[in-house]
């Protein structure tokens, strides 16, 4: 059961800073006349705690992440505590490390797996039960520049870094008509693969 603690608002500066970068979004291959900005923080407003912190363009509280445990397990929030996915590592998969998507906190059936892909596909997201789209994410995590396209390659989602505040605040940027919280999902899914280092290693691995 995720802890909750509802509709916490920035108060230190370098909270604040990270509330105002979420400003009208730049140029980038997603049009953002009509996208929904997102502006992602890795840093939990929980004392003592890690995770994420994730503006909207008004630079309200749009999600968050807190970690309590070094469980395999990462649970996406909306701004009163109420978890929207739940995200849980794979174990003993054969093709790679994998994170399985649930809906809400049931973690039964999931709805969506992400893996490293090969090729041009820095990683897919595959549909499980009750899903029937599919999606591949090309580009860098690592640069925060990367695309996710549907089965028609469409551009449906695209992380952007932000300028001169490093890897830690980057932009989201998701289309109309697509799961606003399933595109933070698979964000948190791919920093998880390719994060230097991921948030829940670092989870694991901190004093």
């Known amino acids: 059961m995720a802890k909750v603690h509802p509709n916490v608002l920035p108060s230190s500066p370098a909270e604040r800073a990270a ?4 400003g009208p979004p730049s140029a980038g291959s997603v049009s953002e006349e009509e996208a ?3 502006t992602v923080w890795r840093k ?7 995770g994420y912190t994730v503006f909207d363009a008004r ?3 749009a999600y968050r992440v807190d970690s309590y445990d070094a469980e395999a397990e990462v649970v996406l929030m909306d701004p009163a505590g109420r978890p929207a996915f739940t995200l849980r590592r794979k174990r003993l998969s054969l093709s790679g490390e994998q994170w399985l998507i649930y809906t809400g906190e049931e973690t039964r ?3 969506y797996a992400v893996k490293r892909g090969g090729g041009k596909s820095m990683a897919r997201v595959t549909p499980c039960a009750g899903a029937v789209a599919s999606y591949e994410v090309e580009g860098s995590y690592a ?3 990367c695309v996710v396209y549907d089965a ?3 551009a449906v989602a695209e992380v952007q870094p932000k300028e001169a505040v490093g890897t830690d605040v980057f932009r989201l940027l998701v289309q109309p ?3 606003v919280s399933l595109a933070m999902a698979v964000v948190v899914a791919l920093d998880q693969l390719f994060g230097r280092p991921s948030l829940l290693r670092s989870w694991s691995y901190s004093p």
């Open 36 to 38: 929904t900005s997102l």
């Open 109 to 111: 059936r999931p709805v």
């Open 177 to 179: 008509g697509v799961n």
């Open 152 to 154: 028609e390659r469409r």
């Open 44 to 50: 939990s407003l929980l004392f003592n705690c890690r």
């Open 143 to 145: 640069r925060r520049r």
């Open 59 to 61: 630079g309200d509280l």
């Open 19 to 22: 509330a105002a970068a979420a």
